[in-house]
């Protein structure tokens, strides 16, 4: 069965630090993008980061640009979300999520999250 | 960033309707466009990419259309596993976007 399991979570103090992993089985991880999306309580979705198959690109929202770390080991079929500074409106549900690419016509294609782990609670509070 | 504006935000109905959820992009996203069901306790699952095409597995009761900066999810006839909050996301530009969401509430 394809599926992602997030691990990491838990409760930090603000200023702290924070490193989540995603386990990948059933798929080859190396051929996709992969994105980390957060979820905070009670409210919507918010896209976080996401990176290239090979860990070549990566892009992030600007609420964490510079304190959020992307990165993958394509050899364990892991992806990584390194935290530092956290504040209190990091506080979320961390949902690792895979990329599907789909081709269209003109060489068009469209990027979709085709398969989410079922997520890791982060808390930062004093 | 482009601002996705979801309307309505909630939505009451009943087994059987008809129902129509919008998406506005702030900017043109062309048809760089998807929808996800999210159920209580649940990840998002994936329902439409590039606006309008289903995702492998989805009902056919579902559709999706537009491009642009206006987009459409439509539920044809609302079955009682449907009722679930709806999100759009734009995959046009960095950084990706979803909208707030709509609630489908039973009536």
């Known amino acids: 069965e394809v599926q992602l399991v997030e691990s990491g979570g838990g409760l930090v103090q603000p200023g702290g630090s924070l490193r989540l992993s995603c386990a990948a089985s059933?798929?080859?991880?190396?051929?996709?993008?992969m994105t980390w999306v957060r979820q905070t309580p009670g409210k919507g979705l918010e896209w976080v980061a996401n990176?290239?198959?090979?860990?070549?690109?990566?892009h992030y929202v600007d609420s964490v640009n510079g304190r959020f770390t992307i990165s993958r080991d394509n050899s364990k079929n892991s992806l990584y979300l390194q935290m530092n500074s956290l504040r209190a409106e990091d506080t979320a549900l961390y949902y690792c999520?895979?990329?599907?690419?789909?081709?269209?016509?003109?060489?068009?294609?469209?990027?979709?999250?085709?398969?989410w782990g079922q997520g890791t609670m982060v808390t930062v509070s004093s | 960033a482009i601002q996705m504006t979801q309307s309505p935000s909630s939505l009451s109905a009943s087994v059987g309707d008809r129902i129509s959820i919008t998406c506005r992009a702030s900017?043109?996203?062309?048809?760089?466009l998807g929808w996800y069901q999210q159920k209580p306790g649940k990840a998002p699952k994936l329902l439409i990419y590039?606006?309008?095409s289903l995702q492998n597995g989805v009902p056919s009761r579902f559709s999706g259309s537009g491009s642009g900066t206006d987009f459409t999810l439509t539920i044809s006839s609302l079955q009682p596993e449907d009722f679930a909050t709806y999100y759009c996301?734009?995959?046009?530009?960095?950084?990706?976007?979803f909208g707030q969401g709509t609630k489908l509430e039973i009536k």
């Open positions: 900017q043109g996203i062309r048809n760089d």
């Open positions: 996301l734009q995959d046009y530009s960095y950084p990706r976007t």
């Open positions: 999520t895979r990329d599907v690419t789909h081709y269209g016509p003109g060489g068009s294609y469209f990027d979709a999250f085709d398969l």
């Open positions: 059933g798929s080859t991880f190396s051929d996709y993008w």
């Open positions: 590039a606006a309008s």
């Open positions: 990176i290239k198959r090979d860990g070549s690109e990566k």
